[in-house]
């Protein structure tokens, strides 16, 4: 691996760290979402019972419930309270806008992981333009009488490139995956903010 990496020359670098910051930002949504889905799926399902329950205060007890979790979906739903006594139209909007300030925290580090899609393979492509234009002066230099020594150029040329793919294709299915899960949460989010507009507009 290491002598991979130093046959592809000084723009292996970028792409090291590329590769490292990619896997860490996988790693920690992974992680956040799944928290976030978890703690978001109990904070609904404790609400639902308290707006369907019998008991009397179900309004404190919502707002009790979001203050005691720490959760994007806790954090819009007390914003609608705290205006419980507007019209519709208006807690409606105060959910919406609330939802929109929760949607960076959920993409958070997902413009680095969509960077690095993009700029891991154009790295990758100038260590090979680089590559072949040494190839090139060879080739000017000795004529093509040592073929060899072309084609271990070329290889070397074709290695950087080889690599960014390599980085950038998981990096990019990872990013459409994430994307795709935090559309489904705020979707989610989305859903039970209208249950609870219901309920205030119904209390």
């Given at each position: 691996m290491?002598?991979l990496?130093v046959?592809g ?6 792409l090291?760290?590329c590769s490292?910051?990619?896997?860490a930002?996988?790693?920690?949504k992974?992680?956040v ?16 019972s ?8 179900k309004?404190?007890k919502v ?6 979790t720490?959760?994007p979906l ?8 705290e ?7 208006e ?10 300030l929760?949607v960076?925290y959920l ?20 260590g ?6 040494r ?5 000017a ?13 070329i290889?070397?040329?074709?290695l950087t490139?080889a690599v ?11 990013y459409?995956?994430f994307?795709?899960?935090t559309?489904k ?7 039970v903010?209208?249950?609870f507009?219901?309920?205030?507009m119904?209390?």
């Open positions: 290491l002598q990496l046959r020359g000084y723009l292996m670098v970028p090291v760290i490292i910051l990619a896997l930002i996988i790693i920690e992974f992680i979402l799944k928290i976030i889905e978890n703690r978001s799926k109990r904070f609904a399902q404790k609400t639902r308290i707006i369907n329950g019998h008991a009397d205060n309004v404190e707002l009790a419930l979001c203050e005691m720490s959760s806790a954090r819009i739903l007390k914003t609608g309270i205006k419980k006594d507007k019209v519709r139209a807690i409606k909007e105060t959910l919406e806008d609330a939802g929109s929760e960076p993409e958070k580090h997902l413009k680095i992981l969509g960077t690095i899609v993009t700029v891991a393979p154009l790295i990758g492509l100038l090979t333009v680089m590559g072949m234009i190839a090139f002066d060879v080739i230099l000795r004529g093509v009488g040592e073929p060899g020594a072309l084609a271990g150029g290889a070397e040329a074709l490139t960014g793919l390599t980085i950038a294709i998981p990096a990019l299915v990872f459409n995956y994307m795709h899960r559309d949460i705020v979707s989610e989010f989305e859903k903010s209208s249950e507009i219901n309920f205030l119904g209390k």
